[in-house]
């Protein structure tokens, strides 16, 4: 159990176009999900937390109007990169904490999203 | 939430346990220790947490000091797909539920 998917694995667009990246909890409900961008030989990097049925709530430094985040169910968050690049290009990975679960925050990570911005 | 402390790489020879320590000299009573790890290109996976007993699950041992300061991973038959950046994090439990990641330690399991 504890599944966490994200649609694309891998994307390349050109430079100025948006890009949008899904992140599924697969058998687990999610009230909360994170994202996060890692640059090669670089640890991870919190974005932001994406909240079900509010705002998603950003670190310092992100820019929210370039980086949309949607969590429209307890099942999904998506994060959508506009007018994206190439210094967007990165590897974006979200994770989720299981809905009562909050006592031991153990948080499961999707796979990754490879996105390359020509 | 604490600071972690962990050795940048390590081997370790196939079959053999492989010991990754963490220090967190600065960790408060209600903290937790967690493990994660991350294979090349891959998104990071839980291995095991802890708060003060030492915790045995299918994929490792957690070892953690009396006074709570350190702790120690230990994978006990190190595999080569064992091959990961293993990341030590502190954290306390409530509502801000953030991970703050280091560098972890890159261990390379040899043949």
């Known amino acids: 159990g504890a599944v966490v998917s994200q649609h694309p694995s891998r994307v390349i667009c050109k430079s100025g176009t948006s890009v949008k990246i899904e992140c599924r909890s697969l058998?687990?409900?999610?009230?909360?999900m994170f994202w996060y961008r890692q640059f090669p030989k670089q640890s991870l990097m919190l974005m932001a937390t994406?909240?079900?049925?509010?705002?998603?709530?950003?670190e310092q430094g992100v820019e929210k109007d370039k980086f949309l985040i949607n969590h429209a169910s307890l099942t999904l968050s998506t994060l959508t990169v506009t007018s994206a690049h190439p210094e967007d290009s990165s590897f974006y990975i979200c994770?989720?904490?299981?809905?009562?679960?909050?006592?031991?925050?153990?948080?499961?990570f999707g796979p990754g999203t490879r996105l390359t911005v020509l | 939430d604490a600071k972690t402390t962990q050795p940048t790489s390590m081997d370790c020879a196939e079959g053999r346990a492989a010991n990754l320590p963490c220090n967190h000299s600065?960790?408060?009573?209600?903290?937790?220790v967690y493990w994660y790890r991350q294979i090349h290109s891959q998104g990071p996976q839980y291995i095991i947490h802890?708060?003060?007993?030492?915790e045995t699950n299918e994929m490792a041992s957690l070892i953690i000091t009396e006074d709570r300061k350190s702790s120690t991973l230990i994978l006990p038959h190190a595999t080569l797909r064992d091959t990961a950046v293993y990341y030590c994090?502190?954290?306390?439990?409530?509502?801000?539920?953030?991970?703050?990641w280091g560098l972890g330690t890159s261990l390379a399991v040899n043949p």
């Open positions: 058998d687990f409900q999610a009230t909360t």
């Open positions: 994770s989720a904490p299981p809905v009562g679960r909050e006592a031991s925050d153990t948080q499961y």
């Open positions: 600065t960790i408060s009573g209600n903290e937790y």
């Open positions: 994090i502190v954290k306390g439990t409530g509502n801000n539920r953030k991970l703050i």
């Open positions: 994406s909240n079900e049925g509010s705002k998603a709530t950003y």
């Open positions: 802890g708060l003060k007993n030492n």
